[in-house]
Structures are given as structure tokens and as C-alpha cells.
């Protein structure tokens, strides 16, 4: 033909039609939605310290691993209470002069999503012992260490942050970890994680593709959800699958009075669901229960799996028991 | 709402492999519809339309016979013309036994002619007695893996029974036709014996002779000894080790500019070194899922060091050795000169410097934020982009000069490819629509642009030009070439965001993307059958040639790669696969199986066409075989390990057990990953053999060397 002879026009067409499309599929739809979100109203921006961590969380490219999303699917449920939605985003904008915006919306999940990191795990402790070598506390872990955000010291000063890092990881015995201003940094840009609630009377996006299934099968049975599975997801990073804990950091749970007696049931509930900080030997523990939204009959399951792990030996309960213990509890919250 | 579909799961399962549809399907074991009494209803309906055709065919056959019968008796007397003309045809055997036949039955006076008979006899079969074998009948009702079972149980005698079948219709026609040469047989046989002798002694006698002629295989060449008078023969001694088979030597092309030669060869020996550094750093990174904690250096961490590798294998070796073998086909299909080997080199040096810069920034921890591909600082990346338009510039300046009238779809494929790219990495960096998702919005667009548009397209495009080559044929079809190309501008344009499904980003965005990737389908299809279709006719050509086999392995990535992709973007499989490490195998499939294979195609062919040196044939072999099952090693157990996680997600494991779970795979990535990588080190040996391997030095060669040397000195001493 005449016209593909023509290099100017046949390059010209090819390129009209390129561009063309790439305005209607990405130029157009990208400035409508910077234009047409704003943040939400509870969101806060970040702090300069947690600016200061998002930049190390960017020059460490976690996001190869870690996505910031929740997908409106059932199966990202565990990663926050709903869906995430544009102005989840829109108040990240360009880093500076010579980086681009970063939502860090990640493609790969090797790692855990960490939308909602700070309200899932927001013990410093952890996070600090995890940063500088994440087999410390979770023993399968393929994650980098991270030991340059650490100085080792002979001798502590006043204000250093003291690393708990077992002897054995310990580059030489009787060196004290201590981690440095950017491991601070980073580990208040992943407190600050949390999802936003959407404001009043707003209809969160619904979870697809649910799993009804399972749920009606385990409705007929009336059997109790694996205890085991339950406390991998939700405990085991710090209490360990030993049950052990880990020393000077996570209380031992093997042994435990609170966990074998019956006389402090309604204590074992309240710290499952609301935390606990009253032992100064050790880290503060998150509203774990709360946060994930625990039902008395998941409370029950991980109760019975820690009451009869480990050679401990306490009686198992019923999921009406914790109920009567969940609502008093509810209500003295209440108050 | 949707409700999790299951029909939608066991689709997807039959896909992933049949062990895991035993394994797992198992495990969700749901009522069937599928009933036993139907499938056995089924078997005898098959029996009864299988048994009237039987007794079709005989009626059928039988008739056939008899008016066969009919119409030879009718004929009688062109019978004998027949038989007279068969009489001639006998070769000269048969007529030299019917000579001894005659003069025997002459003296001893008759002998019954039941020779051929005997033969046929023996040739004739028995009586039919079909006894079809039942299906064991015992499947469990309620277990779907057990119904598959018995299903694959039931069709087998089905199967086989049918065969069966087919078998005894063909005994039966044969049966038929045995009995006919049988009667012409004796006929003739008849006939032979009634001959009177004198016509046996000049007709057959003659032809005889006539039949045992033979030449005496010297009426052309005459007596004298074979003497290559015209230098026309070359026949290779130096044969190698008889381990491999031998393949063909390259051509020799030597009417080409030095200087172009040598522009194109170091494009792609950079090609080669960034190849090296980049799978080097891929192996370490892959070795970092087994060994996590292998270094703790902060230049050496997975997150800096997994975009050096991404990069470095995309910028550094794809692209500048597509783009050299572009700066090799772009003034040959124009049939001219390349407009400037200055801006050659120039372009050269900006993405050389663009991917050191590059990589030591990422090492450093300085990037761009989180999109994939676009890990660059704008600095660095317009180093990149400047290098590209002073190709495009190039090209395009060279196509204006070209001495043909047509512009060859190679060109289409190439030029448009760097026009896209700078067009993508134009809305990739400029920082205007980049806030909140907009940022998402464009790293899709960008991430799946930079692939097909610029990958691809330009590949596309190189293979146009070099598979026709290496066949010796002109492509299958230009028009489907051509379909190919507008599809793909139309389609891919618009699948970016099928990475971002599920998201946050507009869901008609994510439905456009998911309708585009299936539309991807056409070109695809369009692109193999033209690259097949040209292959027809001279398929014998891939076992005497070293390229090919490269092109057809990356043919077939091509296809099932491509479509892979599209099956990847559907909702559902989104659900299992998105964020596992199977995108990491469709990745690999793709940038891997087809990209590189193509080029490792087209730099095999035309290096030597260039240098007129080859590598030798044994280690380009041993290359095509280490890659191509090192990619199998890498790609299927991430393809298996990722389905698996993805069904752990969904069924709501806790997230370490799928760590767990694909620990065995990345083990075996990792020595998958290890094959690839040894394959690169004996590429880039053999493009060492390719270009600066010393020649050989040649006995005769310096002997007449030694004996001119001679002649000058002695001629210098007279002087």
C-alpha cells in the first residue's frame, strides 16, 4: 500500500494511535483519580521521623516483597478490616526532586502485606529484634537481616535503644546492639502503618469471592477453628512454636499460671483481646484479639491449643465460657 | 457478591497438572452429577451404532462384489485384451520362471498353476470374532478423583474397542480384495498356459531383454579418472569429535562496512557482559531465598540487588543487543548505509553509562520508589532514553535513504518499538499525573508497556529478519505480519493494570485490562503461525542448523508465554497466582524463553556473518541445552510452589506456611537458575570464540607463506 510505503506516515499512524491510546488508558484515568481523591479525614500525614523511614524503607526496596495493599477479596481479610481505596493513597505524592511518588503498592507478597503493620504488630521490641535478624524470632524467615541499621557497643550510654538479641546471634559475646537513629526511623514510618477508618456512615467496599463454603461446613459441625493455625498467624512471631517466648523480650506462655490456672480465666481473655503491658521485664503485647477481630470461638481454639501445648496442662474451655467472660469484658471497656 | 466458584477451581486445576488435581482436588471432595448408569447407557449406545456400521459395511461389501461379477462376465472379450497386455508387464524374473514353467510342462505335460494362490491363501484371515472388553464398573459415586478414574477406566476398552473395530473392517475389505486377485490370478494363470510356443519365443523373449537393459554407468563420463578441474568441490576433513552431530558452516557475508561490523559486534558484547553481570547478581539473589542470611552487607541485600538484576538484564543485555542487530538489519533491509556509525557509538555509550550509573545507585540505595522497572532515577533513565533517540534518529534516517520502495515489517516492528518506549518512559518519569494511584495508574501502564512495546515489539521485529534468513525462504505470510502489528498496539496498549487487580485502581480500568489481555490472543496467534508456517517445508533444516533450534524454542515460548499471560489476568486465577512466585516463572518464561532465545538465535547467526569465525558447535549445543532446562528446572517448580501458596492464602493459612511450603521450589529455582547462569558463561565463551579466537594457523597456508618469503629475499640479495 501507497501509505505504509511512506515511512513518515506509517510511523506517524503507528505513533498517533500509540499515544492515543496511552492517554485514554493511563494519562486520563491517572490524573482523574490524583485529581478526584483526597485523603481521608482521619488520616495523618507522616511525621519527619516516619518520612525519614519510609525513605530507608525505599532505598532497602522492601517493596519487592512487602505489598501495601488490601485486595477487595476475601483472602487478604487477614491484612486489614477492609478493602483499601484511592484515598488510601492520595495523600502520597512526589518524594522529591529527583525520586518519584512512592505508594509502594508492591507486586510480589514473599513477605506479610504491611497496610496495616502498625495496628497488626506494633510491639518495637519485635520489630527492632526482627529488623536485625528476622530468624531470631521467626525461625522459617527468608527475609534479610538487616544488621547495618545497628551499632555494636561495648558499653550503653543514656539514651541508646538496647537490641534484646539472643548470645547465639550475637556478633561477639558481650556486645551490646544498639540500633541506630534510621532502625528507629524505619520502625516508626511501620508503626505508622495503619488503616484509616473510613468517616462516618461510609460503607466500607466489600471482600469478593468469599469463602462460604468452609464457613457453613464448620457451622454444621459446631467444631471449634484449628487453635494451632490460629496461634501460628497471631502469636507464634513472638511466644515462638516452643512456647518459650523469647527472654527479656516475649513472656514464656509453657508454664504460664495465667495459662494452665482457671482461676484467672477472665486475665487470659483480657490480655488475648486487649493487650497487656503490666510486667516491665517485658515488651508491651498489642490488642492482638481485638485487632483481628477475634470471635469466643477463636479465643476458645487458640486457648485450648496453649493450654495443652507444650506440656502444659490447664483444662480446656468452652466457647460459652469465654462468651460470658468476652461480654463482661465488652462491658467494663465500655465504661 | 460472588460466591467462590468451584467449577472455575477444578478448570484451573486440570491446568496446573494432574498429579495436583489427584492431590488436592481430593481434598475437596464434592457430590458429582456424574452418574455411572448414564456413562454405562453411553457404552451401549457407542456398541449399537458401532454394530450397525459393521453390518453396513458387509451388506455394502457384498454388493460391491457382485456387481463386480456381474459386469466381468458381461466383458469377456476385453478380458483376454487385458490378459494379453498383463502377459507384457511381467518383469523379467517372472518372465525368465514362466520360460522354465513352459519347457518343464512341455516335457512332463501339465502342472496346476497354484502358485500365486498359495500366497494369497496364506494372506487370507480367518473368520471376525469381535469380543469388545468390559469396563471395570466400580467407581466410587460420591469421590470426584474416583470418578475421574473410572472415567479414564470405561473410555479405555471404549478406546480400544473401537480400534478394534477399525482393524477388523480393514481385515474384511482386505479379505474382499484378496479374493478378487485371486480369480484374476487364476485367470491368467490360464491363460499363460494356453499360450502356443512360438509366440513365447518372440514376444517374451524380446522383452526380456528389453527389461534386463541397464546402462554400462560410463556413457557421460567416459572412462578417465575424476579430476575437480573447476575447484568446485570442498570436502571438510577436520570433521571433530563424531559426539555431535555435524551442523552447517555460516555463510560468509563480506560485503559489509567494517565499521558497521564493528559497531554492531561491541553492542553485543556488551549485550554479552551485562548478561553475565546480571544473571550473575539473579543467581546470587535466587541463591538468598535459600540462604537468607549468605552476606549482611547493605549493597549486597535482596532489595537493592533484585532491581540490579531486573535491570541490568533489561537495559544492559536485552536492549542493546536488540539494538545492535537492529543497527545490523535496519541498512540491510533498506538495501543502503547506515545514516551515521558516530551516533551508533554515542548511543552506545549513554546506555552503557546509563546501566553502571544505574546499578551502583540501586546498590547504594538510591531509586526511584517503588515501581518495578522503574527503579532508575529520571537522571539515569535520560541517559537511557537519549541513547534510544539517537537509534531512532538513526534508524529512521537510514530508512528515508533506503533504496527500496517498500518499508520491511522488520522496520515497522523496530522503529515503532523505540518511538513506544520513548513515549512510555515519557509518561513513566514526568511527574505531572503521577500523585496517590495515579502513580499506580502508570506502572502498570509503564511495566507491561516496557515489556510488550519495546521486549517484544523490537524481538518481533529482529526474528522477521533473521528466520526467513536462516531458512532461506521468505516469511509465511507479510499481511499476517501486519495484522500482528496493529493488534498489538491495539491490545497491549491497554492490559497495564492487569497487574493491579483487585486493587484499589477503578474496576472498569481492571476490566479493560483483563478484555485486552485476551485480546492478545490474535497477535500471538497471528505472530506463531507466520513464524510456523514459515518454518513448512523446510523443518529437515532445524537438525543441520545451530539457530534454529533457538528460534523454535523461542517460537514456542512465544505462544504458550504469551497466553500464559493471558490466562493470568482472568479474576479468578488473580486470586491463586497474583502476588506468588508464579508471576516470577511467567516472567522468566517470557523475558527468558522468548527474548532471549531469539536473540541468542539471531547473534549465533549473524556474528560469524560478521567476523567469519564460528564458535564451536559443541558448545553453542551445550548452551541451547543448559538454558532451555535450566529455565524448565526454574520456571515449573515456582509455576507448582506459587498455585500451591496461592491455594494456602485462600483457604486461610497462616501466612509462614506458605514460606514453608515453597521453600523445596526456590531450592529448585535455585539450581535451575544455576544451569541458566553456566549456560551464559559458555555463551559468552563462544562469542569469544566468535570474535577474537585466533585463527587457526594453517600448515599449507604458511608454508607457501615461508616459500614467498624465500622468493623476496632471494630476490632482495640479487638486488
Known sequence: MEFFDNHKKLFGAATFMFVGLTILVAIIPAIRNQNNNRPLPDAKPLSAEETKGKAIFMANGCVACHTQQVRNVDMDKVWGSRPSVAADYAGVTRTDFWRNTATLMGTERTGPDLTNIGTRQPSKDWNLVHLFNPRIVVKESVMPAYPWLFTVKKSISKNDVVVNVPAKYLPAPGDTIVATREALNLIAYLQSLKQVKLPDGTPPPGFLYKREEQKAAANATNALPNGQELFVANCQACHQSSGEGLPGAFPPLKGSPIVNGNENLELYVDIIMNGYDARPEYGAMAPVGTNAGFTENEVAAIMNYERTSWGNTGKEVTPEEIKKIMDVLKQKTAK | ?719
Open chain 2, 1 to 719: 457478591m460472588k460466591s467462590f466458584k468451584f467449577s472455575t477451581a477444578r478448570f484451573l486445576m486440570a491446568i496446573t497438572g494432574l498429579f495436583y488435581v489427584i492431590t488436592v482436588q481430593a481434598q475437596n471432595m464434592k457430590p458429582s452429577e456424574f452418574s455411572f448408569s448414564s456413562t454405562s447407557t453411553g457404552i451401549c449406545f457407542i456398541f449399537i451404532v458401532a454394530f450397525i456400521l459393521l453390518a453396513a459395511t458387509f451388506t455394502l461389501k457384498n454388493k460391491v462384489a457382485n456387481l463386480r461379477k456381474e459386469s466381468k462376465r458381461k466383458n469377456a472379450e476385453e478380458q483376454a485384451e487385458i490378459l494379453k497386455e498383463q502377459t507384457l508387464r511381467l518383469n523379467s524374473v517372472q518372465i525368465e520362471r514362466l520360460l522354465r514353467y513352459r519347457s518343464k510342462t512341455k516335457s512332463s505335460g501339465m502342472l496346476p498353476a497354484f502358485l500365486l494362490m498359495v500366497v494369497f491363501t496364506l494372506l487370507t484371515f480367518g473368520s471376525v470374532n469381535a469380543q469388545t472388553p468390559q469396563g471395570p464398573g466400580n467407581g466410587s459415586l460420591l469421590s470426584e478423583s474416583g470418578v475421574i478414574i473410572t472415567i479414564v477406566l470405561v473410555l479405555i476398552p471404549i478406546l480400544a474397542g473401537l480400534v478394534l473395530l477399525i482393524v477388523k473392517i480393514r481385515n474384511a475389505l482386505n479379505q474382499q480384495k484378496n479374493r478378487l486377485h485371486q480369480e484374476e490370478a487364476s485367470k491368467l494363470a490360464k491363460y499363460l498356459q494356453g499360450l502356443p510356443d512360438d509366440e513365447v519365443d518372440t514376444i517374451l523373449k524380446k522383452r526380456k531383454t528389453a527389461l534386463e537393459y541397464s546402462l554400462t554407468h560410463h556413457e557421460l563420463s567416459g572412462t578417465e579418472p575424476a579430476e575437480d578441474t573447476k575447484g568446485m568441490l570442498s570436502i571438510n576433513q577436520a570433521t571433530g569429535y563424531p559426539i555431535v552431530a555435524i551442523k552447517k558452516k555460516a555463510l560468509p557475508r563480506p560485503n559489509i562496512d567494517p565499521s558497521l561490523s564493528k559497531l554492531v559486534l561491541w553492542y553485543l558484547v556488551c549485550a554479552t557482559l551485562w548478561l553475565l553481570f546480571g544473571t550473575t547478581v539473579g543467581e546470587y539473589v535466587g541463591i538468598k531465598f535459600v540462604a537468607p542470611d549468605a552476606d549482611h552487607l547493605s549493597w549486597l541485600s535482596f532489595g537493592r540487588l533484585r532491581p540490579v538484576h531486573t535491570n541490568s538484564v533489561f537495559w544492559g543485555w536485552a536492549s542493546l543487543g536488540m539494538l545492535g542487530l537492529g543497527y545490523y538489519i535496519v541498512p540491510r533491509v533498506s538495501n543502503t548505509k547506515l545514516f551515521s556509525i558516530k551516533l551508533g557509538w554515542y548511543a552506545l555509550y549513554l546506555i552503557n553509562a546509563s546501566v553502571i550509573i544505574g546499578s551502583l545507585c540501586l546498590m547504594a540505595g538510591i531509586n526511584n520508589g517503588g515501581g518495578e522497572y522503574r527503579e532508575y532515577i529520571w537522571p539515569v533513565m535520560l541517559l537511557f532514553g537519549i541513547g534510544l533517540a539517537l537509534s531512532l534518529y538513526n534508524y529512521i534516517k537510514t530508512i528515508a535513504a533506503r533504496t527500496t520502495r517498500e518499508i520491511y515489517i522488520s522496520n515497522w516492528y523496530m522503529v515503532s518499538a523505540i518511538i513506544f518506549t520513548i513515549v512510555i518512559s515519557l509518561a513513566a518519569y514526568i511527574p505531572t499525573w503521577q500523585n496517590g494511584l495515579g502513580e499506580t495508574i502508570i506502572q502498570g501502564y509503564y511495566m507491561h508497556q516496557g515489556v510488550g512495546m519495546w521486549f517484544m515489539l523490537f524481538t518481533l521485529g529482529i526474528v522477521y529478519y533473521f528466520l526467513p534468513q536462516q531458512l532461506n525462504k521468505p516469511i509465511y505470510s507479510y499481511s499476517l505480519g501486519i495484522l500482528a502489528f496493529w493488534t498489538q498496539i491495539l491490545f497491549y496498549t491497554l492490559i497495564g493494570s492487569h497487574h493491579f487487580v483487585f486493587s484499589s485502581i477503578p474496576w472498569w480500568l481492571q476490566t479493560v485490562a483483563i478484555v485486552g489481555s485476551m485480546g492478545m490472543a490474535i497477535p500471538v496467534i497471528a505472530g506463531t503461525t507466520n513464524f510456523l508456517m514459515t518454518f513448512k517445508g523446510a523443518w529437515y533444516k532445524v537438525s543441520d542448523s545451530y539457530t534454529l533450534p533457538f528460534f523454535l524454542v523461542g517460537i514456542i515460548f512465544y505462544f504458550t508465554g504469551s497466553l500464559q499471560g493471558t490466562a493470568e489476568a482472568f479474576r479468578f486465577t488473580n486470586l491463586v497466582w497474583h502476588f506468588t512466585d508464579f508471576t516470577v516463572a511467567h516472567s522468566h518464561l517470557t523475558m527468558y524463553g522468548i527474548i532471549s532465545f531469539f536473540l541468542w538465535a539471531c547473534i549465533y547467526a549473524v556474528v560469524p556473518r560478521l567476523t567469519g569465525k564460528e564458535a564451536p558447535h559443541i558448545t553453542v549445543g551445550t548452551h541451547f541445552w543448559l538454558a532451555l532446562i535450566g529455565l524448565m528446572f526454574y520456571s515449573i517448580p515456582l509455576m507448582y510452589g506459587g498455585t500451591m501458596k496461592g491455594l494456602l492464602w485462600m483457604s486461610g493459612k497462616p501466612f509462614m506456611d506458605g514460606v514453608v511450603e515453597m521453600a523445596p521450589y526456590w531450592l529448585w529455582r535455585a539450581i535451575g537458575g544455576s544451569l541458566m547462569w553456566l549456560s551464559h558463561l559458555i555463551f559468552a565463551y563462544n562469542m569469544y570464540k566468535m570474535i577474537a579466537e585466533k585463527e587457526v594457523p594453517d600448515v599449507s597456508e604458511t608454508a607457501i607463506q615461508q616459500l614467498e618469503r624465500n622468493m623476496g629475499s632471494a630476490s632482495a640479495s640479487i638486488a
